[in-house]
Every structure is written in C-alpha cells, then in structure tokens.
Nanobody, 119 residues
Framework: QVQLVESGGGLVQPGGSLTLSCAMS????????WGWYRQAPGKQRGLVAA???????TYVDSVKGRFTISRDNAKNTVYLQMNSLKPDDTAVYYC?????????????WGQGTQVTVSS
C-alpha cells in the first residue's frame, strides 16, 4: 500500500501563487508516476499535471505555463507549484501515484486539499 498526504492548500487572491506538497510513504518502490487532479463543485475530477520517473510531464491546457509539477526523490514528495492563479482554479486538489507504461495508471489517492482563488 501507498499513503499520500497533501498539504499547502488555502485561500489566495487571483494572480497569487501556492505550492502543494504530497508526501508519500509505504510501498513506494512500485511507483513510477505521480500526478495531481482537481475537482471543482459540480464538476468531474480531472487531471491537472503528471510526471513519470523518466521526467516526462503532462499538463492540462488550462494550466500550461502557470503550473509546474516536480518531485524530490530524497523526500518522497511531489509538488505542484501554481502561479498566476485564477478563480477557475478553485477546487479540491488530489495527489495520486501509480505507474507509467504507454500512459498513466493511477492507483493511489490522497485525501485532497482545498484551493480557493478569490478576492
């Protein structure tokens, strides 16, 4: 089993920045892909960004140029740096982990952290 714990959410004004962190523990040797999803009220959960162990990254078009996914192997932590935040970025953000082989397959999920962008 793999445990994921997110942190770093909160309230930020439009144009501001936040960094989300996801600390991983457990049987992480099986993991070679990590990602962030988000779910806004009344909407389906969708991929925001993902990264594979080889460095391949994927971003949804709406966050390209504003968000950056990265990982620190020594700390078993994945980050999502979010800049130029917009009200449409308001959602619960979920960290996820799994495998990458001809596409991402995510098996493990965190509990989510709320991000609210509002003036």
């Amino acid at each position: 089993q793999v445990q994921l714990v997110e942190s770093g959410g909160g309230l930020v004004q439009p144009g501001g920045s936040l960094t989300l962190s996801c600390a991983m523990s457990g049987s992480i040797f099986s993991i070679n892909a990590w990602g962030w999803y988000r779910q806004a009220p009344g909407k389906q959960r969708g991929l925001v960004a993902a990264i594979a162990s080889g460095g391949t990254t994927t971003y949804v078009d709406s966050v390209k140029g504003r968000f950056t996914i990265s990982r620190d192997n020594a700390k078993n932590t994945v980050y999502l740096q979010m800049n130029s935040l917009k009200p449409d970025d308001t959602a619960v953000y979920y960290c996820t982990a799994g495998t990458y082989a001809n596409g991402y397959r995510f098996n493990y999920w965190g509990q989510g952290t709320q991000v609210t962008v509002s003036s």
